[in-house]
């Protein structure tokens, strides 16, 4: 489960709606459980970098770095991250489970036609050391 500030998640909303046709990018902060209840606390916007950003997303490395360094200062830990679907479903796509390399964060995305908000975490499967399933597992999504 991921809890996420209506203020927050108005921020995310109205950037997509900004950012669009083009999809919209950052990194979520707060408290992280694995297992459990994460809670986003902050968002912090990024350039979306992507040869195609229509379609894709891609966060600078040094940019993401940056904000990994200001998350750490604050005492927060990375909840996750979020992009927007300014034409597709709050769902991730291939693309987008093709470049998940965050183990058990939360990946938000913001669909705007229509306008919806859902949130997956990448799960891996594991036996014997051996990797037997991966993909992305959808999360309750809660406001407060």
């Keep these: 489960m991921i809890v996420l500030p209506t203020a927050v998640r108005e921020a995310i909303v109205e950037r997509a709606r900004e950012g669009s046709p083009e999809e919209i990018c950052g990194i979520l902060g707060g408290e992280y459980d694995p ?15 992507a040869e195609t950003p229509r379609t894709r997303y891609e966060i600078d490395p040094e940019e993401q770095l940056a904000v990994f360094e200001r998350l750490e200062d604050r005492g927060e ?57 991966e993909g992305f597992q959808c999360e309750q999504l809660t406001t407060e």
């Design 77 to 133: 830990d990375i909840v996750g991250f979020y992009h927007s679907h300014p034409r597709g479903p709050a769902r991730p796509s291939e693309t987008d489970a093709a470049a998940a390399t965050w183990l058990d964060r939360s990946y938000l995305i913001v669909s705007l036609e229509p306008l919806e908000v859902g949130s997956w975490r990448w799960r891996t499967d594991t036996e014997n050391d051996a990797v037997t399933d």
């Design 35 to 49: 297992d459990g209840r994460s809670r986003v606390r902050t968002q912090y916007p990024t350039d979306n970098v």
